[in-house]
T-cell receptor, first 117, second 111 residues
Framework: GAGVSQSPSNKVTEKGKDVELRCDPI?????LYWYRQSLGQGLEFLIY????????KSGLPSDRFSAERTGGSVSTLTIQRTQQEDSAVYLC???????????????FGPGTRLTVL | SQQGEEDPQALSIQEGENATMNCSYK?????LQWYRQNSGRGLVHLIL?????REKHSGRLRVTLDTSKKSSSLLITASRAADTASYFC???????????FGSGTQLTVLP
C-alpha cells in the first residue's frame, strides 16, 4: 500500500509539555525504527521494534523518551517534559523482517518537525 | 552516535557533470547503504552494498566499497538538477538492525 506516514508533520510545543508522535509503517513490515535528525547531532537512531520481540531502546537519549508499538503496526513516540534540545525532525522507518541472508532497505516517512519553545 | 564522516560536506557542480561523494566509517560492517534526502525530510534508499562486494551499479549510480580502508564512494554520472539533495551513507554492523549514518554531503546541481 502507501508508504510510511507520520503525524503530525509539524509540532510546536512549550518547554515542559509532553508530546506524542505517530508512525504508520508500510503494511506487512515487521520492523519499525525511530530516528531523529538535528543540526548538532545529525541522524541518530532512537529505538527499534521487530515483531513481538522486546524493542531495542539503546538509542533513547533519556528516560523522558519512550515508544510503543501496538498490534505490531502503528507506533507512538512520546517525549515527556520536553526540552529545547529535543527540537529536531523525528523520522520513522519500516522494513521487511530481518533475515540471516537479507539486509533489507528501510523505508522512511516524511518526518515530524518538533519545535520546543 | 555517527559512524563516520562524509566528504565533501558540500558539492556544487554543473548539470551533466559527475558527482563523487565519499564516506568513511569506523567499525566492521555487514552492509553499507546510501540514502538521499530532499528538503530535510524523509530519506529515500538508493543502493545497498554488502561487505563482500566491491562495486555495485544502479542506473546512473555507482558505489564502491573498500573494507580495508573502511570507506565507500558514491558516483552519480551525468548529474541533473533534480539530483540536488543531501546524500547520506549508512552502515549496518554486527547484530544491530539500525542504521548508523554519516554526516552527509549536500549536493547542488546547477542547471
Amino acid at each position: 500500500g502507501a508508504g510510511v506516514s507520520q503525524s503530525p508533520s509539524n509540532k510546536v510545543t512549550e518547554k515542559g509539555k509532553d508530546v506524542e508522535l505517530r508512525c504508520d509503517p508500510i503494511s506487512g513490515h515487521t520492523a519499525l525504527y525511530w530516528y531523529r535528525q538535528s543540526l548538532g547531532q545529525g541522524l541518530e537512531f532512537l529505538i527499534y521494534f521487530q515483531g513481538n520481540s522486546a524493542p531495542d531502546k539503546s538509542g533513547l537519549p533519556s528516560d523522558r523518551f519512550s515508544a510503543e508499538r501496538t498490534g505490531g503496526s502503528v507506533s507512538t513516540l512520546t517525549i515527556q517534559r520536553t526540552q529545547q534540545e529535543d527540537s529536531a525532525v523525528y523520522l520513522c522507518a519500516s522494513s521487511l523482517i530481518w533475515g540471516r541472508s537479507s539486509y533489507n532497505e528501510q523505508f522512511f516517512g516524511p518526518g515530524t518537525r518538533l519545535t520546543v519553545l | 552516535s555517527q559512524q563516520g564522516e562524509e566528504d565533501p560536506q558540500a558539492l556544487s557542480i554543473q548539470e551533466g557533470e559527475n558527482a563523487t561523494m565519499n564516506c568513511s566509517y569506523k567499525t566492521s560492517i555487514n552492509n553499507l547503504q546510501w540514502y538521499r534526502q530532499n528538503s530535510g525530510r524523509g530519506l529515500v534508499h538508493l543502493i545497498l552494498i554488502r561487505s563482500n562486494e566491491r562495486e555495485k551499479h544502479s542506473g546512473r549510480l555507482r558505489v564502491t566499497l573498500d573494507t580495508s580502508k573502511k570507506s565507500s564512494s558514491l558516483l552519480i554520472t551525468a548529474s541533473r538538477a533534480a539530483d540536488t539533495a543531501s546524500y547520506f551513507c549508512a552502515t549496518v554492523s554486527g547484530s544491530a538492525r539500525q542504521l548508523t549514518f554519516g554526516s552527509g554531503t549536500q549536493l547542488t546541481v546547477l542547471p
